[in-house]
């Protein structure tokens, strides 16, 4: 059973930093696409920042530059990580990891449809 757990969540005021981790564990996560999606209070969920099995990445433009997105597949369970610097006040929102089913092929890693696991959530509020 595939589990994904998010930390790292906090408060924060405009400028700083956060690090987001996920636990996932129940596959080896071979062929799989991982990212993390934000939902803002009232907003939809959307795309912040994706990577590959073989670690090709992309991210929304409104973090670009400021977010790192890594994953480390050296020990089980995965972990993977957001670095989250120069952070405002719009970055306020839970943030959740996602993992996809082995997958090959070209996919579209920024949408949501491709991701089937889901963690619970991570709260990141940033104060101006």
């Known amino acids: 059973q595939v589990q994904l757990v998010e930390s790292g969540g906090g408060l924060v005021q405009v400028g700083g930093s956060l690090r987001l981790s996920c636990a996932a564990s129940?596959?080896?996560?071979?062929?799989?696409?991982m990212a993390w999606f934000r939902q803002a209070p009232g907003k939809e969920r959307e795309f912040v920042a994706a990577v590959s099995r073989i670690s090709w990445k992309e991210y929304a433009d409104s973090v670009k530059g400021r977010f790192t997105i890594s994953r480390d597949s050296t020990a089980l369970p995965l972990t993977l990580s957001l670095q989250m610097n120069s952070l405002k006040p719009d970055d306020t929102a839970v943030y959740f990891c996602a993992a996809s089913r082995p997958t090959v092929g070209q996919v579209d890693m920024t949408s949501s449809a491709l991701y089937h696991y889901w963690g619970q959530g991570t709260q990141v509020t940033v104060s101006s």
């Open positions: 129940g596959s080896s996560f071979r062929n799989t696409f």
